[in-house]
């Protein structure tokens, strides 16, 4: 069975910072693109940041971008998002995702993904 579990959200205060974890088991992601989307309530879930297989490509929503790093680490079979300099507005359900059909060509469309961990919560106030 394939699970994607995250952990690392919480409370912050803004320009605090936070890092999540996503942690695969039941099959290696080694070979695949794999992704961070959000959720903030009443609004549609959307892409954050996306990684291939080998971590030298990397692509940001606009929003995140300078403020965001995504990194991956093979070996161990998990994905991290560091997040800095947050905001309200970053406020949201995060949630690691896994693209089993590609590895080099990353995707922000959140129906391309396959597999889904259950998400972390995140909470920034002002």
């Known amino acids: 069975q394939v699970q994607l579990v995250e952990s690392g959200g919480g409370l912050v205060q803004a320009g605090g910072s936070l890092r999540l974890s996503c942690a695969a088991s039941g099959r290696t992601f080694s070979s695949n693109v794999m992704g961070w989307f959000r959720q903030a309530p009443g609004k549609e879930r959307e892409f954050v940041a996306a990684i291939n297989w080998s971590g030298s490509s990397t692509y940001y929503v606009d929003s995140v971008k300078g403020r965001f790093t995504i990194s991956r680490d093979n070996a161990m079979n998990t994905l991290s998002l560091e997040m800095n300099s947050l905001k309200p507005e970053d406020t949201a359900v995060y949630y690691c995702?896994?693209?089993?059909?590609?590895?080099?060509?990353?995707?922000?469309?959140?129906?391309?993904?396959?597999?889904w961990g259950q998400g972390t919560q995140v909470t920034v106030s002002s």
């Open positions: 995702a896994a693209d089993k059909k590609r590895s080099t060509v990353i995707t922000a469309s959140r129906g391309e993904y396959d597999y």
